[in-house]
């Protein structure tokens, strides 16, 4: 097609217009194009241009280079209005017009009309709208002081779509109240529904109740409820508990309402996680700290340092856990940087001596696996069938590097791994429990014959006399009914003798190394009760972790900053900030390019090219993927 007989159609299509009919026609303005010289029929007032200024005088649309018609009345807009939309809908059920692309003719003709060719495709694709569209949002970021990281968030990009794709004259965006009234409520309601299919898996995998507390800004006391299992953690609740006495009784009534509500025969455990009331650092230890502060806290210190180290020096919250280990890390990778910025300055302290980072060393050696072991736990994913093996093997690593730091045999007696060894053993006691101990004993993986081959002082979990007791206390609890009760320790020896249903060639060659649902799913319909045990145990977390993140979010929502919220509907916002995070990481478009992990780096910096070292050491305590990049020498 040509570009004469393309222009042409979009002539004819404009003559074809409706709103045509409310106008006097004077005189054509101009040989080509859609534009005259016209009188309006309503108010008698001529004008000049084409049918799109017609359209926003008589419908009222602003900002169109043309007063809006007063004389028109609301019942003449809206006939007009429905008319309109008629011949809109008809144009694009006819298809999409073809491009005023430029004719190939001759050389010399061809770069004649170069440039109205170029301007006519400019038009078509409307280059300068879209760039005029892209400066205002650009403005409502930089006037607003809206972090850069939106421009990730799937829903950013998804409203914008929508509004392009359907064609809404004179849409107006909601407003204050709108947002945090009528929207909010709508929002909670369709979360709710999107949620549905996730806790309808809550009766077969089971679910692990969270519950952490908090204050907010204005010290009024809050403990929220969060339920997580293999999908991830679903924000239940905030409950306000500000002139409660949060005793035992407070705690337990709160505890049962939200277990009635998620239904008490789908909860596996609660989780709760009590803040620290003491720590103690030792002498090395506190060396490390007067270091890091001296340069943190003294500005021209911070830029000596900076010049000398491409590392930054880590900072992070003393209520996290393994606090004092990950800066002790990070304070080992900028040894060169400390280094020559003292030579640099000509001041002596610790950092020169040999002596004191061989201690730190030894630290970091030895407390490894230690930080490891929680590291592992500390994230919302399934390993409560694994707590129990990962500590004794944690308890051996931490001796062996002790030992070799020593350099004595393992027969020989440590006065320091002794104190070491009592207090990981006394942590156990207090934290161990015999769920632990059934999920342990429900991992097919510790009845293989490579994984007790693996080590000699090994036992089976049916062979374990401390496992097995608090296994024996589970069946019992669980199973109060006495026919039960014997049944399922029937299937649990059929199971752990490997015999019946289970002496099966596949079955046992491939307890080793298939994932230990699938292994119950496909090995396990013959013991119906530790089938259901399995699938509900091995799907749960041994942390709080996701209750210690939710409340960043709900810091950052209801922060002092923020509009006056009310708890009720911070209540809300919270719900359905947290929940559409969950909903969008168990999405396939999570991993797409533009809005990849889109919500990794939160709410208070704009994206993890320019964070700065607090908030990524924060940021990589929270997502474990990120911690390697970071701290790992």
């Not at 709080?544 to 923020?562: D, K």
């Amino acid at each position: 097609m040509t570009s004469q007989g393309a222009s042409d159609n979009v002539d004819n299509a404009s003559e074809e217009a409706p709103l045509w009919n409310y106008v006097t026609k004077l005189e054509k303005s101009g040989a080509k194009g859609g534009t005259w010289k016209f009188k309006f029929n309503i108010c008698n007032e001529d004008r000049q241009g084409s049918y799109s200024r017609i359209r926003a005088h008589l419908l009222g649309i602003k900002n169109q280079g043309i007063a809006i018609c007063k004389k028109a009345t609301r019942s003449q807009k809206s006939d007009m209005q429905k008319l309109e939309d008629e011949f809109e809908k008809k144009k694009n059920e006819s298809g999409s017009r073809a491009l005023p692309l430029p004719c190939e003719n001759n050389e010399t003709n061809a770069s004649k009309k170069r440039k109205s060719a170029d301007s006519a495709i400019v038009r078509s694709f409307g280059v300068e709208v879209r760039n005029q569209l892209d400066q205002e949002i650009a403005r409502m970021f930089y006037s607003g002081g809206v972090p850069f990281n939106l421009a990730r968030n799937p829903h950013y990009h998804r409203s914008y779509q929508f509004a392009a794709e359907n064609k809404i004259d004179g849409y107006v965006p909601p407003g204050y109240n709108k947002l945090r009234t009528t929207l909010l409520q709508k929002e909670r309601n369709n979360v709710e529904i999107l949620l549905v299919p996730f806790k309808s898996t809550w009766k077969e995998r089971g679910v692990t109740i969270v519950s952490d507390g908090w204050s907010d800004p204005t010290r009024k006391p809050l403990i929220n409820f969060i339920a997580t299992s293999g999908s991830g953690p679903i924000f239940l609740k905030a409950v306000n508990c500000f002139g409660e006495v949060k005793d035992r009784f407070f705690i337990s009534g709160l505890m049962k309402e939200v277990i009635n509500e998620v239904g008490h025969q789908n909860v596996v455990q609660i989780i709760t996680d009590n803040a620290a009331n003491c720590k103690a650092a030792g002498e090395i230890i506190e060396n490390a700290l007067a270091v890091k502060h001296f340069i943190m806290n003294h500005n021209m210190r911070l830029a000596i340092f900076s010049k000398f180290s491409p590392l930054k020096l880590l900072a992070v919250a003393d209520t996290r856990f393994a606090s004092i280990i990950v800066m002790l890390k990070r304070l080992k990778l900028v040894k060169r940087g400390l280094e020559a910025m003292v030579i640099t300055t000509f001041v002596k302290a610790k950092i020169l001596s040999d002596d004191w980072w061989e201690q730190v060393s030894y630290i970091i050696d030895f407390t490894r696996p230690i930080y490891e072991m929680i590291r592992f736990c500390d994230t919302d994913k399934p390993c409560l069938h694994l707590v129990y093996e990962m500590w004794d093997s944690m308890i051996e690593k931490v001796k062996s590097e002790i030992y070799k730091k020593e350099k004595r045999p393992l027969i020989e007696v440590s006065s320091f791994y002794t104190v070491v060894h009592e207090i990981l053993v006394d942590r156990w006691t207090k934290n161990n429990t015999p769920l632990h101990c059934l999920a342990h004993s429900l991992n097919p993986r510790f009845y293989s014959d490579e994984w007790l081959s693996e080590d000699s002082t090994r036992l089976g979990p049916h062979r374990d006399p401390d496992v097995s007791s608090e296994r024996m206390k589970c069946f019992r609890r669980l199973f109060p009914s006495i026919d039960d009760h014997l049944k399922v320790m029937d299937e649990y020896a059929l199971f752990s003798m490997r015999t019946g249903p289970f002496e099966d060639l596949t079955c046992i060659s491939v307890m080793f190394t298939m994932e230990p649902k699938k292994w119950w799913a496909n090995f396990g319909a013959q013991t119906p009760f530790l089938q259901t045990l399995a699938f509900k145990l091995l799907g749960q977390p041994s942390s709080s972790s996701c209750a210690e993140r939710n409340w960043s979010t709900y810091s950052f929502i209801h922060s002092l900053r923020r509009n006056k919220l009310n708890p009720s509907r911070a209540q809300d916002l919270v719900f359905i900030h947290n929940n559409l995070r969950f909903l969008s990481r168990n999405s396939d478009q999570y991993e797409e390019a533009k809005t990849k992990m889109w919500d990794v780096g939160g709410d208070d910096f704009d994206s993890m090219e320019d964070m700065g070292y607090l908030e990524f050491a924060s940021l990589s305590l929270d997502e474990p993927e990120l911690e390697n990049g970071l701290i790992d020498d």
